[in-house]
């Protein structure tokens, strides 16, 4: 009895898994079990015998049962420990990075400066890219053969053969926008448009594509004391100096009467630019006073409405503010430029196929 309590004890914690206990159990206690054999021998034995050999038979059986169960609690156990060795989630892991993007410098500025004439009670007016030549050019006091439209390095848009429609053009600046909202609206009126304009133009400083933002304010007695306090209201408020001193000089454009162009007060020190300060002075806009005959063009009664209007270029004067001293930085494919000019976050690997050289 001794020898086989050992040998199914052994065999039990020796188990290794469930299907070796599982052999274990049915060899000792099973129908046909070594235990359950010698149990069934019982009925053949004289009291005596019976009275000694049942008690401890039970016992054995006992003693087999609570091995099994601390060994099948063992090896479920060990079972579970090896699933959360190997079943697990590095949460720590950094995760992969994600592309994103960034605000353009021309839209950062773009939405500057709208935000600042919106303080002064200017709306945004938005138009077409591609103008008729009337609201391009006729509108704005530029009729067919003024030297000024040929100056322009218009875009024309193609026609077939037979296609009679007016002529088209890319629009060569925002006006056209201005002419449309002025005609919609009515006076008074004060906007800005800004946006993309297109000129057969292309070197160190020219972009067949750039952006401009106009300005228009009309009124019953605009003049120019109110587009100068306007100018010099803007730049300080765009610079993000205290102020910014203004120098007007009498320039022409078919459009505006009288007509000039503005300079703001700067110095440059060791290449930096310091706006409104400083003996130098920088070119930054076209101005005037609208021409009666644009007023008149847009549905408008010169002799009871006046005011003024600016035109400016936003790549120009986005580069002024961030220091950007190339245009490539706004077209070029190469995302060196805005990273060097603090506009990318883009120091990412799967960033338009890498960042890497
Ligand atoms: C420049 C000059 C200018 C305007 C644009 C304008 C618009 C209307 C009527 C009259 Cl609807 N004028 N725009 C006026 C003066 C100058 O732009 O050098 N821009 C970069």
């Known amino acids: 009895m001794d020898t086989l309590r050992a040998s199914w004890l052994g065999r039990i914690a020796d188990a ?17 079990g070594e235990v359950s054999l010698m149990m069934r021998e019982l009925g053949k034995m004289t009291p005596e015998q019976r009275q000694q050999a049942g008690p401890a038979l039970n016992a054995l059986k006992d003693e087999l049962n609570s091995a099994l169960a601390a060994r099948r609690a063992a090896l479920s156990d060990a079972a579970l420990a090896e699933r959360l060795r190997t079943e697990w989630l590095d949460v720590s892991l950094a995760p992969r990075p994600r592309a994103m993007g960034t605000i353009h410098p021309v839209s950062q500025v773009t939405e500057e400066v709208a935000a600042i004439f919106a303080d002064m009670g200017f709306g945004v007016a938005e138009g077409p890219q591609i103008e008729s030549d009337w609201y391009n050019f006729d ?30 053009v890319l629009r060569t600046h925002t006006s056209p926008v201005q002419i449309r909202t002025l005609q919609d609206r009515g006076a008074p009126i004060r906007i800005i448009a800004p946006g993309r304009v297109y000129r057969s133009d292309f070197d160190q400083t020219h ?8 300005g228009l304010a009309i009124d019953r007695d605009i003049s120019m004391a109110n587009l100068k306090w306007v100018l010099e209201e803007f730049f300080a408020a765009f610079f993000e100096v205290e102020g910014v001193e203004t120098r007007f000089r009498a320039s022409h454009f078919p459009f505006t009467e009288p007509s000039a162009e503005v300079d703001i007060r700067c110095s440059w020190k060791d290449g930096t630019l310091k706006v409104g300060e400083g003996d130098g002075w920088l070119e930054v806009l076209g101005s005037g006073m609208v021409h009666p005959k644009v007023l008149a063009a847009a549905g408008i009664d010169p002799n009871e409405w006046q005011g003024f209007a600016f035109g400016m270029g936003i790549d120009r004067i986005a580069m002024l503010k961030y220091g950007i001293p190339d245009l490539r930085a706004f077209f070029d494919a190469d995302l060196r430029w805005l990273r060097h ?17």
């Open 207 to 214: 972009t067949p594509m750039f952006h401009q933002v106009e």
């Open 341 to 357: 000019y603090g506009f990318a976050a883009l120091d990412v690997p799967t960033m338009r196929g890498g960042l890497s050289a």
């Open 16 to 32: 290794a898994d469930e299907q070796a206990l599982e052999g274990a159990r049915l060899g000792a206690l099973g129908k046909k």
């Open 139 to 168: 509108a704005l006091n530029m009729p067919s053969h003024h030297s000024a439209r040929a100056e322009m390095d218009t875009f024309y848009m193609a026609r077939g053969e037979g296609d009679d429609r007016a002529p088209h």
